[in-house]
Nanobody
Framework: QVQLVESGGGLVQAGGSLRLSCAAS?????????MGWFRQAPAKEREFVAA????????DYADSVKGRFTISKDNDKNTVYLQMSTLKPEDTAVYYC??????????????????WGQGTQVTVSS
């Protein structure tokens, strides 16, 4: 069974940075799977943030985070990261890691992802 465990959330001031990690287990490798990050702010629906597939250039970002967030994957550690910079109060949300097993092209919709982590809270103060 695939399991995803997020870490790295916390409280940060606006303009600061955080790096989220998502440790994946339950498969020998996730190198050819798509991994994504979504977030859900209070009273809002969960939304796509970033995704990384297999192969060079296989990343996608929400417009709201382009140029500020970077997604990466360490296939040796089965871990995906989300480096967040120049954080804004509107980035405050619970951030979820997700896995789209067997697909190498990044997907931006929740329905494409079969496995989800429990989430990690990110709070950006103004």
């Amino acid at each position: 069974q695939v399991q995803l465990v997020e870490s790295g959330g916390g409280l940060v001031q606006a303009g600061g940075s955080l790096r989220l990690s998502c440790a994946a287990s339950g498969r020998a490798t996730f190198s050819r799977d798509t991994m994504g990050w979504f977030r859900q702010a209070p009273a809002k629906e969960r939304e796509f943030v970033a995704a990384i597939g297999w192969g060079p250039g296989r990343t996608d970002y929400a417009d709201s985070v382009k140029g500020r967030f970077t997604i990466s994957k360490d296939n040796d550690k089965n871990t995906v990261y989300l480096q967040m910079s120049t954080l804004k109060p509107e980035d405050t949300a619970v951030y979820y890691c997700a896995a789209d097993i067997g697909h190498w092209s990044p997907a931006t919709t929740e329905d494409n992802y079969q496995y989800w982590g429990q989430g990690t809270q990110v709070t950006v103060s103004s």
